[in-house]
């Protein structure tokens, strides 16, 4: 899954790609450099990202939407509203990659089950501007899982069909650097609960908190694409269904050599 920020203020790509070409021609390109899905996200969920009105982020992402889906590409919408998921499967998205997993918007679950489309289901607590605030767990691979799995009950009591859901794990939303680490140490937990796995560790804070120089200053978001792709090699390894990156090509090659490396896969 390529990411595709439509917004002014994301971490490490805010403000390239506003422009509706620009963000047609990223999308395209990243599709040439191995993606099967194109993210496109209109409101910025790093950590104290002020929410644009529903108005903005539709404003942003219906055109970029309809321009991939014309050009033949499976999209993917990233939102937690729900007259924003209609939108954009109206446009002819066909996944609503819902970061709240139902909880940031009450119409979200219902509205997914009408459409009948794939529902990506994240783990989350907050919003944002205060998600940091919520990182107390008493075992968080167990809570993680746990929290995940009364969200995949809600969505299948509103009448999304359990088929059509996959489950992410949250990285860097109400965790710590070393809960992140914990996490995904664990995939096995989460594979327990029955649905494909999506990881998105993509140039993410916790990886520059690893990368650090010696005087304690972060790696630089679009310098651990390195990084991003060794997470992604082993999320594979570990039977992720998916991962979600913003440089296609490396963590794509990374995908194979783990798909490679496999027992029983010598013929490729």
């Not at 499976?74 to 996944?95: F, K, Q």
């Not at 489309?117 to 008493?138: C, I, P």
């Not at 796995?197 to 972060?218: C, I, N, P």
């Not at 090509?249 to 496999?262: G, H, I, K, L, T």
Request: proline share 3%; with cysteine.
């Amino acid at each position: 899954m390529g990411v595709l920020n439509v917004t002014p203020d994301s971490f490490s790509d805010g403000g390239d790609y506003l422009d509706r070409d620009a963000a047609v021609h990223h999308g395209l390109a990243l599709r040439g450099h191995g993606a099967d899905l194109v993210d496109v996200g209109g409101e910025s969920t790093r950590p104290g990202a002020e929410r644009p009105s529903e108005v903005e982020e539709l404003r942003r992402v219906l055109p970029v939407v309809a321009a991939l889906v014309e050009e033949g590409l499976v999209v993917s919408v990233d939102t937690m509203r729900a007259s924003v998921a209609r939108a954009a499967v109206e446009a002819g998205a066909r996944i609503v990659n819902d970061v709240s997993g139902g909880l940031a918007d009450p119409a979200m679950l219902a509205t997914v089950a009408e459409l009948d489309v794939a529902y990506v289901l994240m783990h989350w607590r907050a919003h944002s501007v205060t998600m940091q605030q919520h990182t107390d767990y008493d075992d968080v691979v167990e809570d993680v899982a746990d929290e995940l799995s009364r969200q995949l009950d809600a969505a299948v009591a509103a009448g999304v069909a359990s088929e059509r859901i996959a489950i992410d794990p949250g990285i860097g939303f109400s965790k710590t650097a070393d809960q992140n680490w914990e996490v995904l140490a664990r995939l096995d937990r989460l594979h327990a609960l029955g649905r494909p796995v999506l990881v998105a560790t993509s140039r993410k804070r916790f990886l520059g908190h690893l990368l650090a120089d010696e005087d304690g200053t972060l790696r630089a978001p679009k310098e651990r694409d390195a990084a991003t792709s060794a997470t992604s090699a082993l999320a594979a390894a570990a039977g992720a269904w998916c991962v979600r990156v913003h440089d296609v090509r490396s963590s794509a090659d990374a995908v194979r050599v783990a798909a490679r490396w496999r027992p029983g896969n010598a013929d490729g």
